[in-house]
Structure formats: C-alpha cells, structure tokens
Nanobody, 121 residues
Framework: QVQLVESGGGLVQTGGSLRLSCAASGRTSSTYAMGWFRQAPGKEREFVAAITFSISRTTYADSVKGRFTISRDNAKNTVYLQMNSLKPEDTAVYYC??????????????WGQGTQVTVSS
C-alpha cells in the first residue's frame, strides 16, 4: 500500500495559479503511475492528469490541457500539479492517487485525503 498526502490547495481568484503537491510513502516501488482527480460538489470524481513513473509519460483531461502541468520528483517521491489560468469551474476537492498494474492494466488503488481548491469569480 502507498500512503499519499496532498497539500497546496486554497482560495485563488480567476486567472490565478496554485501548485498542488502529493508526497508518497510506503510501497512506492510497485507504483506504475500517479494521477490527480477532482470532485466538485454534486458531481462525480473525474480524471485530471497522470504521469507514469517509468518514462514520465503524461496525460491530461481536455478541460485542463494547456493550463495544468503534472510533474514528479523521484528523489522526493512527490508529484506536483501546477495549475495556471484557473477558472471557477476548476473548484473542487483534488485527490492524488497511485496506480499499480493488475492483470496488465493500471488500477488506482491508493488515494490521498484530498485538498480543496476554490476559484473565485
């Protein structure tokens, strides 16, 4: 199991920036990728971005492409989400997650507690 702790959320105005951090500990050697998800009030949790550990391949939701950047620091076992040009619709609780390969497919099986991001208009 991997333990994940997010930080960096807060209140920002439209057009502002925030950087989220996710520190991983535990059995990180089996981690295939780490990702960020978000859940707004009354909505389902949705994928935001992910980065693989082997070759740092990144993927993004269409809604954040060009505005958000996911990166990682292997030495610190930390993944970051740089969020620029924030919009009110980015308001949500952001969750960090770690995936392992199960049957050859990546499965997000470790989750952080979440950090609130609020973008005011």
């Amino acid at each position: 199991q991997v333990q994940l702790v997010e930080s960096g959320g807060g209140l920002v105005q439209t057009g502002g920036s925030l950087r989220l951090s996710c520190a991983a500990s535990g059995r990180t050697s089996s981690t295939y990728a780490m990702g960020w998800f978000r859940q707004a009030p009354g909505k389902e949790r949705e994928f935001v971005a992910a980065i693989t550990f082997s070759i740092s391949r990144t993927t993004y939701a269409d809604s954040v492409k060009g505005r958000f950047t996911i990166s990682r620091d292997n030495a610190k076992n930390t993944v970051y989400l740089q969020m620029n040009s924030l919009k009110p619709e980015d308001t949500a609780v952001y969750y960090c997650a770690a995936s392992t390969l199960r049957g050859g497919l990546p499965t997000y099986d470790s989750w952080g507690q979440g950090t609130q991001v609020t973008v005011s208009s």
